[in-house]
């Protein structure tokens, strides 16, 4: 009897799952193995594979472009302390009972709504040393501004500042905002009585209190950044000025899809994911000595 | 005086916000030689001399012989949204509802399984997955651009987070009433996850719409490319055509900004819904 039972829930059950299942099979789990199957050969597309064993990783370790890369993309991570504390305060200022605040929301959310090929050109646009705003702006307080995406030193920067406005009023303002809303108010009073001013204040309660979701959000930009790069720069710099926007993706992308180093790509992209999942582990493991209140 | 304070402020980093945008509307108003002045005033650079609306209509134009252009690549990326959005939240749906109330061997294995993929860079499983549809002769099709991208596991594990706070009374009283799960899911369950399916529906649209890598790399052919990938093959032809190229982009961001404003409780609630899990 049991067993019928059973047998009744569980056929809808993986009729239900099905769809979903197999194409999670075919386009996620198999292809994560394959991938993992591809770095050990050498495949350019058109001959037979030939396994190589190990070398691709060994020839990793020795590629000066990829040591390169990956110190680009650390250096474009710099931007995330300071889109985390933008975030943060934009956040403080409109948590307040203010009349119109919702469409003030709504326009800080918009450059990450709209954040894509669009948004790429326009800044693009923007940093035309000659032509753009930014540089039209610069020379009201006489300044000749750099030439931005064509300068080795400045399109870094130049890419972090876009993406500064991309995110700063974004998910993690959205999210600093809840946090934020769950602060219990009489903490903040006790704090008046004791004649804490506002700087005592917000080290003492707010940045405990949303310390979770300041983890939280490090987390999940950490992850995003060590991943991030490809768009931007293929749609602004080409990777350029001498490999100076070229990131960790792109290079993978390259080496796939430019190049048809099916292997070495595949490679990279595990070395990649061993990172991500390194970070991944280093955050469950020490998440909870970081977070408190 | 502390509210002005804050207004200012708030209206400040607005203006920030909104500046590139006015200046994109701009660009796209203004006679092709007007773009390619040196101001040293942002008023002057801001403010077309002469207004060019026909600009918008000449980016279909001037694309038309890149197998259809601008047009042609709109009802692209509207096609493949819609499709790949309903494909998706069908799917999750469905997958959802057997996470999160049927029983069957290996459920919860499968749903950590699911949770786990959910962290590996999308280059590791995009070479297989050109090899694969360039192997399948697919590269270049519909098929390429939206059956692969109708399985999300974050869209399954949304749902059923949402799925698992629903009270399981109202599925017992139907059960005795002899409804089928079918019947369960059709009536009960998905009537009352409307608030989690509109947040993902938005979520999920506005994602295909953006959507460049996968595209990037499953078409070639202008016929069938999306928004992203046209504009940026306009630009490779006319990289000196901004005002052509600033009213192309506005055409593309503007349905993400209509659909925004219209459902951004949805978005807000969805944000926070994700994000702080149970």
């Known amino acids: ?293 | 005086m502390k509210k002005l304070l804050t207004y200012l402020a708030l209206g400040f980093v607005g203006l920030f916000m909104l500046l590139p945008f006015i200046w994109m509307l701009s660009t796209s108003l203004k006679a092709a030689g007007d773009a390619f002045v040196s101001f040293d005033n942002p008023v002057k650079a801001l403010v077309p001399r002469e207004a060019h609306p026909e600009n918008y209509a000449k980016v279909y134009d001037v694309t038309r012989n890149m197998g259809g252009g601008f047009a042609r690549w709109y009802f692209n990326s509207v096609l493949v949204a819609v499709v790949v959005t309903l494909g998706q939240v069908t799917t999750s749906a469905c997958a959802a509802y057997a996470f999160a109330r049927l029983r069957f061997a290996g459920r919860d294995k499968l749903f950590l399984g699911y949770l786990g993929t959910m962290m590996i860079p999308g280059a590791v499983t995009m070479i297989p997955n050109f090899i694969l549809m360039r192997k399948l002769g697919a590269l270049d099709s519909y098929f390429a651009l939206m059956v692969p991208t109708m399985f999300s596991a974050y869209g399954t594990f949304m749902l059923r987070q949402f799925f698992m706070g629903i009270p399981r009374d109202l599925e017992e009283a139907a059960t005795i009433d002899g409804c089928g799960l079918f019947r369960i899911f059709t009536t009960i369950i998905l009537p009352l996850s409307k608030p989690a399916l509109a947040t993902l529906t938005i979520f999920t649209f506005m994602g295909n719409w953006q959507s460049f890598y996968w595209p990037l790399i499953m078409v070639n052919r202008d016929s069938m490319k999306t928004l992203p990938l046209g504009l940026l093959s306009f630009m490779g032809l006319y990289s000196t055509q901004w005002t052509l190229l600033m009213a192309g982009s506005l055409m593309m961001i503007l349905p993400m900004i209509i659909v925004f404003v219209l459902g951004q409780k949805w978005f807000i609630n969805g944000i926070q819904l994700g994000a702080i899990k149970g």
């Not at chain 1, 009744?8 to 197999?22: E, H, S």
């Not at chain 1, 302390?81 to 956040?91: E, K, M, R, Y």
């Not at chain 1, 950490?222 to 080409?238: D, K, R, Y």
Request: net charge positive.
């Open chain 1, 1 to 293: 009897m049991a067993l019928s039972n059973q047998r009744r829930i569980a056929g809808p059950g993986y009729l239900f799952l099905l769809p979903n299942f197999v194409g999670f099979l075919v386009f996620t789990s198999l292809p994560v193995l394959a991938s993992l199957a591809l770095s050990f050969f050498n495949w350019d597309l058109f001959g037979a594979p030939r396994f190589v064993g190990l070398q691709n990783f060994a020839a990793l370790l020795r590629d000066r472009e990829f040591w390169r890369y990956g110190f680009n993309t650390l250096f474009l991570m710099l931007a995330i302390p300071v889109n985390i504390i933008g975030s943060l305060f934009l956040a403080m200022v409109m948590n307040q009972k203010l009349r119109g605040i919702v469409v003030f929301r709504v326009i800080y959310f918009m450059p990450t709504i709209v954040a894509g090929v669009g948004t790429y050109l326009l800044w693009r646009w923007l940093y035309n040393p000659d032509y753009g705003l930014i540089n039209a702006m610069l020379r009201v307080a006489g300044i000749e501004g750099p030439k931005w995406l064509q300068s080795i030193t400045w399109a870094k920067p130049a890419l972090m500042f876009m993406g500064f406005w991309t995110a700063v009023g974004g998910y993690n303002m959205i999210l600093y905002l809840a946090a934020l809303q769950n602060v219990p108010l009489d903490l903040y009073e006790a704090a008046d009585i004791d004649g804490a001013n506002r700087w005592q204040k917000f080290w003492a309660i707010t940045w405990p209190m949303v310390s979770p979701t300041t983890f939280f959000i490090f987390t999940m930009s950490i992850i995003g950044g060590l991943q991030g790069g490809f768009e931007q720069a293929f749609v602004m710099t080409g990777g350029g000025p001498a490999g100076a926007t070229t990131t960790i993706s792109y290079y993978i992308y390259n080496h796939a899809f430019a190049w048809n180093h099916m292997g070495y790509a595949a490679a990279l992209a595990w070395v990649l994911f061993a990172a991500v999942f390194v970070v991944t582990l280093l955050n469950w493991r020490f998440g909870g000595k970081v977070v408190h209140y």
